[in-house]
C-alpha cells in the first residue's frame, strides 16, 4: 500500500530542493554540508521523509538560509523591514501598531 505523504512535508521538501537547486548544488553536495546521505535528502525533498527541528537547522545552516523560509517559505522583503522596526517598539505601542497594520491591510482588500 502506497505511503499518504503529508502536505507539510511535500511543501517543505519542495522548499529545501528549490534553494538548493538555486544554489547549484547537487543532492550530496547538500547531504555533506549538512551531514545527511543523498538518500535522506532525496525522501525529504520528495516529502516522503519528515524533519526533526535538528535537521532542519542543518539543512537551513547549509543552506545558508532561514529555518522560517524552509517551513514557511519566503516572506516579502517589507516583512523583515517592520519587523526589524517593531523590535524597537514598546511592546504596550506595538499593539496599536499591529491594529492600524490590521486595518490598513482590511482597506486595500
Known amino acids: ?6 502536505d507539510i512535508n511535500v511543501e517543505v521538501g519542495t522548499r529545501i ?6 544554489q547549484k548544488l547537487t543532492r550530496e553536495e547538500l547531504a555533506r ?3 545527511y546521505t543523498a538518500n535522506f535528502i ?8 519528515g524533519l526533526s ?4 537547522r542543518a ?3 547549509a543552506l545558508k538560509v532561514s529555518a522560517d523560509s524552509l ?22 505601542k ?12 482590511a482597506c486595500s482588500q
Open 1 to 6: 500500500m502506497p505511503r499518504t505523504l503529508k
Open 17 to 22: 530542493k528549490e534553494k538548493r537547486l538555486a
Open 33 to 35: 554540508l549538512s551531514g
Open 42 to 49: 532525496q525522501e525529504v525533498e520528495r516529502g516522503r521523509s
Open 53 to 56: 527541528s535538528e535537521s532542519i
Open 59 to 61: 539543512l537551513s545552516m
Open 71 to 92: 517551513l514557511f517559505g519566503d516572506a516579502p522583503e517589507e516583512f523583515f523591514y517592520i519587523s526589524q522596526k517593531l523590535k524597537a517598539v514598546p511592546p504596550q
Open 94 to 105: 506595538r499593539e496599536h501598531i499591529l491594529k492600524i497594520i490590521e486595518e490598513a491591510i
